[in-house]
């Protein structure tokens, strides 16, 4: 069975960091692209950033510099790290492959950036 639990998101201030984390089944990790996406209120999800199998991370410019994503493939883990964080990052997080399945989608985590 094939599950993607993402974890670690929470109440943030502006300015400050938070490390996402998505355990993947195994079945799908060591053969694809993974990706972070997110979904604020009343917006279509969006990709943030993706990582081919073979560590490459390519990010949306409204993560660039700022977000860095790895991925462990020891622990079929992938990893979102989030710094200087602001109001607008404010949304669920997801994983899934990319380009994205519809049947993989988990419950994601939300991540609120608020003083």
């Known amino acids: 069975q094939v599950r993607l639990v993402e974890s670690g998101g929470g109440l943030v201030q502006p300015g400050g960091s938070l490390r996402l984390s998505c355990a993947a089944s195994?079945?799908?990790?060591?053969?694809?692209?993974m990706g972070w996406y997110r979904q604020a209120p009343g917006k279509q999800r969006e990709l943030v950033a993706s990582i081919s199998t073979g560590g490459e991370g390519i990010y949306t410019d409204s993560a660039k510099g700022r977000f860095t994503i790895a991925r462990d493939n020891a622990k079929n883990t992938v990893f979102l790290q989030m710094n200087s964080v602001k109001p607008e990052d404010t949304a669920v997080y997801y994983c899934n492959t990319h380009p994205p399945f519809v049947n993989y989608w988990g419950q994601g985590t939300q991540v609120t950036v608020s003083s």
């Open positions: 195994r079945t799908i990790f060591t053969i694809n692209t």
